[in-house]
T-cell receptor, first 114, second 117 residues
Protein backbone atom coordinates (compact mmCIF):
# COMPACT_ATOMS: atom_id res chain seq x y z
CA UNK A 1 0.00 0.00 0.00
CA UNK A 2 1.07 3.54 -0.65
CA UNK A 3 1.54 5.98 2.17
CA UNK A 4 3.08 9.41 2.61
CA UNK A 5 3.95 10.78 6.03
CA UNK A 6 4.69 14.40 6.78
CA UNK A 7 5.41 14.34 10.48
CA UNK A 8 5.67 18.10 10.87
CA UNK A 9 2.15 19.50 11.15
CA UNK A 10 3.20 23.12 11.57
CA UNK A 11 6.48 25.00 11.31
CA UNK A 12 7.01 28.64 12.17
CA UNK A 13 10.28 30.46 11.47
CA UNK A 14 11.52 34.00 11.13
CA UNK A 15 12.15 35.40 7.68
CA UNK A 16 15.56 34.56 6.16
CA UNK A 17 15.91 31.36 8.15
CA UNK A 18 16.39 28.08 6.31
CA UNK A 19 13.65 25.50 6.80
CA UNK A 20 13.36 21.82 5.85
CA UNK A 21 10.07 20.00 5.36
CA UNK A 22 10.25 16.25 5.84
CA UNK A 23 8.51 13.61 3.75
CA UNK A 24 8.69 9.84 4.20
CA UNK A 25 6.92 7.48 1.82
CA UNK A 26 5.99 3.82 1.57
CA UNK A 27 5.48 1.89 -1.64
CA UNK A 28 5.98 -1.65 -2.96
CA UNK A 29 6.55 -0.51 -6.53
CA UNK A 30 10.02 -0.06 -7.96
CA UNK A 31 8.73 2.60 -10.34
CA UNK A 32 7.11 5.56 -8.68
CA UNK A 33 7.03 9.34 -8.71
CA UNK A 34 7.29 11.82 -5.89
CA UNK A 35 5.88 15.34 -5.94
CA UNK A 36 5.77 18.47 -3.85
CA UNK A 37 2.85 20.89 -4.07
CA UNK A 38 2.28 24.26 -2.40
CA UNK A 39 -1.21 25.30 -1.31
CA UNK A 40 -1.64 29.02 -0.60
CA UNK A 41 -4.80 30.29 1.13
CA UNK A 42 -6.55 30.53 -2.25
CA UNK A 43 -6.74 26.74 -2.25
CA UNK A 44 -5.08 25.93 -5.54
CA UNK A 45 -2.34 23.32 -5.40
CA UNK A 46 0.76 24.66 -7.11
CA UNK A 47 3.12 22.08 -8.60
CA UNK A 48 6.74 22.48 -7.42
CA UNK A 49 8.65 19.37 -8.45
CA UNK A 50 8.35 15.81 -9.76
CA UNK A 51 11.04 13.17 -9.16
CA UNK A 52 11.05 9.59 -10.45
CA UNK A 53 12.34 6.65 -8.46
CA UNK A 54 15.32 6.09 -10.72
CA UNK A 55 16.74 9.56 -10.33
CA UNK A 56 18.27 10.18 -6.93
CA UNK A 57 20.06 13.36 -7.88
CA UNK A 58 19.27 16.26 -5.64
CA UNK A 59 17.71 19.26 -7.32
CA UNK A 60 18.01 22.96 -6.69
CA UNK A 61 15.73 25.63 -8.07
CA UNK A 62 16.52 29.08 -6.77
CA UNK A 63 15.90 29.07 -3.01
CA UNK A 64 14.28 25.62 -3.18
CA UNK A 65 16.13 22.33 -2.99
CA UNK A 66 15.05 18.73 -2.71
CA UNK A 67 16.88 15.76 -1.23
CA UNK A 68 15.72 12.31 -2.41
CA UNK A 69 17.11 9.30 -0.54
CA UNK A 70 15.73 5.89 -1.50
CA UNK A 71 17.65 4.22 1.33
CA UNK A 72 15.53 6.05 3.89
CA UNK A 73 12.43 6.48 1.65
CA UNK A 74 12.57 10.21 2.14
CA UNK A 75 12.06 13.19 -0.14
CA UNK A 76 12.78 16.31 1.89
CA UNK A 77 12.27 19.91 0.78
CA UNK A 78 14.45 22.81 1.93
CA UNK A 79 13.74 26.49 1.54
CA UNK A 80 16.82 28.66 1.92
CA UNK A 81 16.52 32.24 3.15
CA UNK A 82 12.77 31.93 3.64
CA UNK A 83 10.43 34.77 2.74
CA UNK A 84 6.96 35.71 3.97
CA UNK A 85 5.55 34.72 0.55
CA UNK A 86 6.65 31.15 1.24
CA UNK A 87 3.94 30.87 3.90
CA UNK A 88 1.54 28.13 2.78
CA UNK A 89 0.66 24.50 3.32
CA UNK A 90 3.08 22.16 1.57
CA UNK A 91 2.14 18.66 0.47
CA UNK A 92 4.32 15.75 -0.50
CA UNK A 93 2.67 13.18 -2.79
CA UNK A 94 3.40 9.78 -4.32
CA UNK A 95 2.22 8.15 -7.55
CA UNK A 96 2.95 4.53 -8.40
CA UNK A 97 3.81 3.09 -11.79
CA UNK A 98 1.50 4.21 -14.58
CA UNK A 99 -1.24 5.49 -12.33
CA UNK A 100 -2.23 9.12 -12.17
CA UNK A 101 -3.57 8.70 -8.65
CA UNK A 102 -1.68 10.90 -6.22
CA UNK A 103 -1.43 9.87 -2.58
CA UNK A 104 -0.84 12.95 -0.45
CA UNK A 105 0.64 13.41 2.98
CA UNK A 106 -1.22 15.37 5.65
CA UNK A 107 0.63 18.54 4.76
CA UNK A 108 2.91 20.90 6.67
CA UNK A 109 1.69 24.41 7.42
CA UNK A 110 4.67 26.73 7.07
CA UNK A 111 4.50 30.22 8.53
CA UNK A 112 7.27 32.69 7.82
CA UNK A 113 7.18 35.62 10.24
CA UNK A 114 8.64 39.00 9.27
CA UNK B 1 -3.38 30.24 -21.37
CA UNK B 2 -6.21 29.51 -18.95
CA UNK B 3 -5.48 27.09 -16.17
CA UNK B 4 -7.85 24.53 -14.76
CA UNK B 5 -11.18 26.18 -14.05
CA UNK B 6 -13.77 24.92 -11.63
CA UNK B 7 -17.32 26.05 -10.95
CA UNK B 8 -18.90 27.05 -8.74
CA UNK B 9 -16.28 28.32 -6.31
CA UNK B 10 -18.54 27.97 -3.29
CA UNK B 11 -21.69 26.01 -2.69
CA UNK B 12 -24.01 25.41 0.25
CA UNK B 13 -26.32 22.41 0.16
CA UNK B 14 -28.65 20.68 2.58
CA UNK B 15 -28.25 17.10 3.73
CA UNK B 16 -29.85 14.67 1.31
CA UNK B 17 -29.54 16.96 -1.70
CA UNK B 18 -27.53 16.28 -4.82
CA UNK B 19 -24.70 18.43 -6.18
CA UNK B 20 -22.82 18.71 -9.49
CA UNK B 21 -19.36 20.22 -9.68
CA UNK B 22 -17.74 21.18 -12.96
CA UNK B 23 -14.18 21.27 -14.23
CA UNK B 24 -12.57 22.51 -17.43
CA UNK B 25 -9.03 21.21 -17.96
CA UNK B 26 -6.12 23.07 -19.46
CA UNK B 27 -6.41 23.20 -23.24
CA UNK B 28 -4.88 20.07 -24.73
CA UNK B 29 -5.09 18.06 -21.52
CA UNK B 30 -7.06 14.85 -21.83
CA UNK B 31 -6.89 13.53 -18.28
CA UNK B 32 -9.00 14.87 -15.42
CA UNK B 33 -8.86 13.74 -11.80
CA UNK B 34 -10.99 14.66 -8.81
CA UNK B 35 -9.86 14.96 -5.21
CA UNK B 36 -11.63 15.66 -1.93
CA UNK B 37 -9.80 17.72 0.68
CA UNK B 38 -11.33 17.81 4.12
CA UNK B 39 -10.18 20.71 6.28
CA UNK B 40 -6.76 20.10 7.77
CA UNK B 41 -6.00 17.02 5.67
CA UNK B 42 -4.34 16.20 2.40
CA UNK B 43 -6.40 15.68 -0.76
CA UNK B 44 -7.91 12.23 -1.27
CA UNK B 45 -8.23 10.73 -4.76
CA UNK B 46 -11.80 10.19 -5.97
CA UNK B 47 -11.70 9.54 -9.73
CA UNK B 48 -9.54 9.78 -12.80
CA UNK B 49 -10.89 10.03 -16.34
CA UNK B 50 -8.87 9.82 -19.51
CA UNK B 51 -10.34 10.02 -22.99
CA UNK B 52 -13.84 9.86 -21.45
CA UNK B 53 -13.18 6.57 -19.71
CA UNK B 54 -12.79 5.97 -15.99
CA UNK B 55 -9.18 5.00 -15.33
CA UNK B 56 -9.12 5.03 -11.57
CA UNK B 57 -11.43 5.18 -8.57
CA UNK B 58 -10.62 5.89 -4.96
CA UNK B 59 -12.27 4.53 -1.86
CA UNK B 60 -15.48 6.55 -2.02
CA UNK B 61 -19.10 5.35 -1.85
CA UNK B 62 -21.31 4.93 -4.91
CA UNK B 63 -22.97 8.25 -4.09
CA UNK B 64 -19.99 9.75 -5.87
CA UNK B 65 -19.95 9.57 -9.67
CA UNK B 66 -18.28 11.43 -12.48
CA UNK B 67 -18.07 11.68 -16.21
CA UNK B 68 -15.93 13.28 -18.88
CA UNK B 69 -17.28 14.94 -21.99
CA UNK B 70 -15.94 14.93 -25.58
CA UNK B 71 -14.31 18.33 -24.94
CA UNK B 72 -12.52 16.73 -21.91
CA UNK B 73 -14.38 18.78 -19.34
CA UNK B 74 -15.73 16.83 -16.42
CA UNK B 75 -18.50 16.75 -13.85
CA UNK B 76 -18.46 15.27 -10.37
CA UNK B 77 -21.84 14.32 -8.92
CA UNK B 78 -22.56 13.57 -5.30
CA UNK B 79 -25.97 12.23 -4.30
CA UNK B 80 -27.65 12.08 -0.89
CA UNK B 81 -25.23 14.57 0.64
CA UNK B 82 -23.95 14.00 4.16
CA UNK B 83 -22.44 16.50 6.54
CA UNK B 84 -19.14 14.68 6.10
CA UNK B 85 -19.11 15.54 2.40
CA UNK B 86 -18.27 19.13 3.32
CA UNK B 87 -14.85 19.72 1.81
CA UNK B 88 -12.82 21.43 -0.88
CA UNK B 89 -13.20 19.49 -4.13
CA UNK B 90 -10.20 19.82 -6.39
CA UNK B 91 -9.96 19.02 -10.06
CA UNK B 92 -6.61 18.30 -11.69
CA UNK B 93 -5.78 18.02 -15.35
CA UNK B 94 -2.78 16.49 -17.04
CA UNK B 95 -1.62 16.01 -20.59
CA UNK B 96 -1.95 12.26 -20.44
CA UNK B 97 -1.43 9.40 -18.08
CA UNK B 98 1.98 8.73 -19.48
CA UNK B 99 4.04 10.60 -22.03
CA UNK B 100 7.09 8.69 -23.26
CA UNK B 101 7.22 6.69 -20.08
CA UNK B 102 7.03 9.70 -17.82
CA UNK B 103 4.20 10.21 -15.40
CA UNK B 104 2.99 13.67 -16.30
CA UNK B 105 2.39 16.18 -13.54
CA UNK B 106 -1.11 17.25 -12.61
CA UNK B 107 -2.20 20.88 -12.52
CA UNK B 108 -4.93 21.79 -10.06
CA UNK B 109 -7.79 24.25 -10.13
CA UNK B 110 -8.73 26.44 -7.18
CA UNK B 111 -11.44 24.04 -6.12
CA UNK B 112 -15.08 24.16 -5.18
CA UNK B 113 -15.76 24.57 -1.48
CA UNK B 114 -18.86 22.56 -0.65
CA UNK B 115 -20.63 23.08 2.66
CA UNK B 116 -23.40 20.67 3.64
CA UNK B 117 -25.73 21.90 6.37
Amino acid sequence: AQKVTQAQTEISVVEKEDVTLDCVYETRDTTYYLFWYKQPPSGELVFLIRRNSFDEQNEISGRYSWNFQKSTSSFNFTITASQVVDSAVYFCALSEGGAQKLVFGQGTRLTINP
Amino acid sequence: DAGVTQSPTHLIKTRGQQVTLRCSPISGHKSVSWYQQVLGQGPQFIFQYYEKEERGRGNFPDRFSARQFPNYSSELNVNALLLGDSALYLCASSLSTWVRGINTEAFFGQGTRLTVV
